[in-house]
């Protein structure tokens, strides 16, 4: 079922919605959550959370891109979760990682901030939107799906190491403002 359908259901406070959800994104949102908190049920109940905040926030909200809107949600949600349960502190090394990789560009230790992350995340936002479509996949890939470099190497069926340059890169562009693209062989051409 498209998007702007299940959206529809939503509006129309049609329960099947929920259904169609899971079976579009049910994957991708267990996948995310997993990752982040590296314990299924507890990925489990926060999707499970998730859907009810999507479902309290379809109406009003009509978001344009249902998926990106969910994971936003079910990313959030994972984290406050991880914060809530000291979980950093239990194998959560690879959010605090990816954390620690992105203090190098603020060059602040309080990124964890609420102010800090929407600022930042405005910031990234508009400086992604400049970079080549590799640089944005591959930085997208690590730091808001948190997937290892290995992770990322095999889907884009390049080397550990290219991801950890383009990685890199990107971070030292983004630390001193620079709109050009990245300029790196990517199997995308």
């Known amino acids: 079922m498209e998007d702007n359908q ?3 259901l939503y509006w129309a406070r049609d329960e099947r919605a929920i259904e169609e959800t899971d079976r579009s994104y049910g994957s991708i949102c267990r996948g995310l959550s997993s990752r982040i908190l590296k ?3 507890d990925a ?5 959370d998730s859907y009810l905040r999507l479902w309290n926030r379809l109406p009003p ?3 344009d891109s249902l998926g990106s809107f969910l994971t936003q949600i079910v990313r959030n949600i994972s984290l406050d979760r991880l914060r809530q349960s000291g979980a950093e ?3 959560g090394s690879a959010i605090t990682v990816s954390l620690d990789e992105l203090e190098q560009v603020t060059g602040r230790s309080d990124v964890e901030s609420s102010v800090m992350v929407q600022e930042l995340g405005k910031a990234v936002d508009r400086f992604l939107r400049t970079q ?3 640089a944005r996949s591959i930085f997208l ?3 808001y799906f948190f997937d290892t470099r290995t992770e990322i190497a095999d889907r884009y069926e390049i080397s550990a190491a290219q991801v950890s340059v383009v990685l890199s890169r990107t971070r030292k562009r983004l630390r001193i403002g620079s709109t050009q693209p990245a300029t790196i062989w990517t199997p995308w051409q």
């Open 132 to 134: 080549s479509q590799e």
């Open 89 to 91: 502190k239990r194998g």
């Open 44 to 48: 489990e109940e926060c999707v499970n």
């Open 39 to 41: 314990n299924s049920e």
């Open 61 to 63: 909200e009509k978001p």
């Open 141 to 143: 890939r690590r730091y």
């Open 6 to 8: 299940i959206i529809s």
